[in-house]
């Protein structure tokens, strides 16, 4: 590796050791290889069908203030959905130990 690169490496490793936060978007391909529910699966969900609802019409913060029961049942159950799956592989890659950074951290 020439320098160059060696240099751009240590200098993004020195913004995420040093970041206050750290978000990574890993989008609905790892749910999918985690064996969870995507976005048309959960639209195509009883209780969503019989309502007429898509999965962007509950996630949003709107229907919090339309439908609050829904809205919460909705997201507690994807939390305990994604807290039960079995990891991907790929999640490996991403994973940092919470414990060592200064803020702490959550990662679902």
């Given at each position: 590796m020439d320098s160059v690169h060696t240099q751009a490496i240590s200098a993004a490793a020195a913004a995420i050791r040093d970041a206050d936060y750290l978000m990574i978007g890993a989008g609905a391909g790892a749910s999918a290889d985690s064996n969870l529910m995507v976005f048309n699966q959960v639209?195509?969900?009883?209780?969503?069908?019989?309502?007429?609802?898509?999965y962007d019409q509950v996630a949003?913060?709107?229907r919090m203030?339309?439908?609050?029961?829904?809205?919460?049942g909705f997201w507690l159950s994807s939390i305990a959905a994604y807290?039960?799956?079995?990891?991907?592989k790929g999640?490996?890659?991403?994973?940092?130990?919470?414990?060592?950074?200064?803020?702490?951290?959550?990662?679902?």
């Open positions: 639209s195509a969900q009883p209780q969503l069908t019989s309502r007429n609802l898509t949003c913060l709107d203030c339309k439908d609050p029961a829904l809205f919460y807290s039960a799956a079995e990891p991907h999640r490996q890659l991403t994973k940092i130990d919470h414990r060592l950074h200064r803020f702490g951290g959550l990662y679902f």
